[in-house]
């Protein structure tokens, strides 16, 4: 059994050690098509809000090098399809302003939410029976729309895991990898602002 054991293990060495020589140097960009899943609208908030999308949040790519290779992941437009849907799902009136637009909102707003790419961090495996690991940190900055004040930092983190599979399954997986972290920090920040106080009393000012 022992023996097996240690076949099965060197045989899935020589793999990995093959499959990065096959890969050396190569840049693998990692498609990303997020549409969200259906969320709950709790109108939660009975406030109107600008929704303030930056060009760096839209089209932020993570990048990453190892062994030779760099592995890119353009998460900004799974990005705003994430901060849309939670400020719909949340907030009674949205009011999405972006960069380029400058567009003036239609009408006052109550409070100006603007998300910013805080931290991402990745971890590629060596080996093929470890996981590939991805986190994500967003910072949403809460403004009292009338004097800009800042009322709340709220960093909330989104996180997935995935075995990187072999050559030929190593698109898709990473590609199921991000849309499940976009998935998780959906979860994440509908909870963290439903459970805000801070948040409430601002919603409820007049």
């Given at each position: 059994m022992k023996s097996c054991l240690k076949t099965s293990q060197f045989k899935a060495a020589i793999f990995s050690t093959f499959l990065a020589v096959?890969?050396?140097?190569?840049?693998?960009?990692?498609?990303?098509?997020?549409?969200?899943?259906?969320?709950?609208?709790?109108?939660?908030?009975?406030?109107?809000?600008?929704?303030?999308?930056?060009?760096?949040?839209?089209?932020?790519?993570?990048?990453?090098?190892?062994?030779?290779?760099?592995?890119?992941?353009?998460?900004?437009?799974g990005l705003r399809a994430y901060a849309t849907n939670v400020a719909e799902a949340l907030f009674e009136k949205v009011n999405v302003v972006m960069d380029k637009s400058g567009r003036p909102a239609p009408q006052p707003s109550q409070l100006i939410l603007e998300p910013r790419v805080a931290k991402v961090d990745e971890l590629i495996p060596g080996w093929l029976f470890e996981q590939r690991k991805l986190l994500v940190v967003v910072e949403w900055s809460v403004?009292?729309?009338?004097?800009?004040?800042?009322?709340?930092?709220?960093?909330?983190?989104?996180?997935a895991s995935r075995s990187p599979g072999n050559a030929f399954a190593m698109s898709d997986n990473a590609r199921v990898m991000v849309t499940e972290l976009l998935s998780n920090l959906t979860t994440n920040t509908l909870r963290a602002f439903s459970a805000s106080r801070e948040l409430a009393e601002a919603s409820n000012r007049k």
């Open positions: 096959a890969l050396a140097g190569c840049t693998h960009v990692t498609k990303v098509v997020y549409h969200p899943p259906p969320t709950p609208v709790t109108r939660q908030f009975a406030s109107s809000v600008d929704l303030r999308l930056s060009d760096a949040f839209c089209t932020y790519k993570h990048s990453k090098s190892r062994m030779g290779d760099k592995f890119e992941i353009p998460l900004g437009p403004k009292d729309a009338k004097n800009g004040n800042l009322l709340l930092l709220l960093p909330v983190e989104g996180t």
